[in-house]
């Protein structure tokens, strides 16, 4: 767990506000925010409320309160993106929502959740453009013709990705834990 200097200066920054700014606009002295950030003193009850209004969060979500790690939601959540066998997209959509939901309430989800989509996104591109490749052939094939390529082997290539992904992704959830954060280190970064 950060603690309160650190996560104040992370959230003063994101709003790209200036310590001084800030303790103006608090109401506070720039020294009493300068303690709070660097060395970690506790403020007030009052000063804690102000700083927390003028960053526009909550004051749990400044304390660092409600935020907890929730291993078995980030195994479901990665277990979702296995609907892709039976919803197309599904893999994509559901960890989706799973994210958006609790993704102030549950400690490290969005690093989770990122690296699971990144990685469910670029399959779904990788597969979408093998199926691009073989339409193709398929359709200039014709029965009973000495072809090269049979029909079963082109069919083989999506077989095996979608065979990797279930794979990849179902080990994937039973991997998660502080010590395994990017399990997808072959994705592209489309979300960071």
Same mark, same amino acid.
Request: proline content about 3%.
């Given at each position: 767990?950060?603690?309160?200097?650190?996560?104040?200066?992370?959230?003063?920054?994101?709003?790209?506000?200036?310590?001084?700014?800030?303790?103006?606009?608090?109401?506070?002295?720039?020294?009493?925010?300068?303690?709070?950030?660097?060395?970690?003193?506790?403020?007030?009850?009052?000063?804690?409320?102000?700083?927390?209004?003028?960053?526009?969060?909550?004051?749990?979500?400044?304390?660092?309160?409600?935020?907890?790690?929730?291993?078995? !939601?980030? &195994?479901?959540?990665?277990?979702?993106?296995? %609907?892709?066998? @039976? *919803?197309?997209?599904?893999?994509?959509? #559901?960890? $989706?929502?799973?994210?958006?939901?609790?993704?102030?309430?549950?400690?490290?989800?969005?690093? !989770?959740? &990122?690296?699971?989509?990144?990685?469910?996104? %670029?399959?779904? @591109? *990788?597969?979408?453009?093998?199926?691009? #490749?073989? $339409?193709?052939?398929?359709?200039?094939?014709?029965?009973?013709?000495?072809?090269?390529?049979?029909?079963?082997?082109?069919?083989?290539?999506?077989?095996?990705?979608?065979? @990797?992904?279930?794979?990849?992704?179902?080990?994937?959830?039973?991997?998660?834990?502080?010590?395994?954060?990017?399990?997808?280190?072959?994705?592209?970064?489309?979300?960071?």
């Amino acid at each position: 767990m950060k603690d309160l200097g650190s996560r104040l200066t992370e959230f003063r920054k994101a709003k790209g506000l200036s310590q001084e700014t800030l303790a103006e606009d608090a109401g506070i002295s720039l020294l009493t925010l300068q303690r709070i950030e660097k060395e970690g003193t506790n403020p007030h009850g009052d000063t804690l409320k102000r700083l927390a209004e003028s960053l526009d969060v909550s004051m749990d979500e400044l304390l660092d309160h409600s935020l907890e790690i929730n291993y078995n !939601y980030i &195994r479901g959540m990665h277990y979702s993106a296995l %609907t892709f066998i @039976i *919803l197309p997209l599904g893999n994509i959509i #559901l960890p $989706m929502i799973l994210w958006v939901l609790k993704k102030d309430k549950i400690k490290e989800l969005s690093v !989770y959740a &990122r690296n699971l989509l990144n990685w469910q996104v %670029t399959w779904t @591109i *990788l597969v979408f453009i093998t199926m691009m #490749l073989i $339409m193709p052939k398929m359709f200039s094939m014709r029965i009973g013709s000495d072809n090269f390529i049979s029909l079963d082997s082109l069919l083989l290539y999506p077989f095996v990705m979608t065979v @990797i992904n279930f794979i990849y992704t179902l080990v994937a959830g039973i991997f998660v834990s502080e010590r395994y954060r990017n399990l997808f280190p072959l994705a592209i970064r489309f979300l960071k």
